[in-house]
């Protein structure tokens, strides 16, 4: 089934993670990010559109020196999973060549979509880049692995927090997981519809 077909009312949503409990793993990471960097000007790279909150918030929790750029992709389409087939539609303002770029996701699922966009970038030649992510589904054989990571969710389908449902719900402050009303605990099988 895809986004489309599946309508919109037939929905719950399960709170997962409390924007309390976001803003604590936040500057966690932060200061982590920081003492791992030392003196050196960091580089976020915010993937749009999941990870726009994550990105506004972690910033504000490194001290010293910070860029902020964006990268628009778009994956999944209407498709449940990861094809890996990644478009990039937004192009940093400046060059990443020599910077020390760390990449700000939503959520690492198959990992297809990163490992893709670690690929391109590396070719970019930038002084380092490593990749942080608020969220990680238990995928298993994911090509990459996040150096930096919020929280380990399960497989069910999430939104807040920047996260989408059809482009719906990136405004929560929470993480919820999306559940169809007549499914009780039953498996999820709704997909995103933008990176
Ligand atoms: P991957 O290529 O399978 O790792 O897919 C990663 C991308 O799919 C993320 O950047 C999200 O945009 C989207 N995605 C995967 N799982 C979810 C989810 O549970 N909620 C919202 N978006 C998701
Ligand atoms: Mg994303």
Known sequence: ???????????????????????ERVQ??????????????????????GSFMFTADLARRIE???????????????QMESSGAVKITLDPAAPIEGKHVLLVEDIVDTGLTLAYLMRVLAARHPASLKICALLEKPSGNSPVRPDYLGFQVGK?????????WAQRYRNLPYVA???????ASGSQDVGGSNA
């Open 1 to 23: 089934m895809t986004v489309t077909e599946i309508p919109r009312e037939a929905t719950r949503l399960r709170p997962l993670i409390s924007a309390d409990q976001i803003a």
């Open 28 to 49: 966690v990471l932060g200061r982590e990010i920081r003492a791992d960097y030392g003196d050196e000007t960091i580089t976020l790279l915010c993937v749009l559109k």
């Open 64 to 78: 010293g020196s910070v860029n902020i750029e964006f990268l628009g992709v778009a994956s999944y389409g209407d």
């Open 156 to 164: 069910e389908f999430v939104v807040g927090y920047g996260l989408d």
């Open 177 to 183: 997981a999306v559940e169809l009303d007549h499914e």
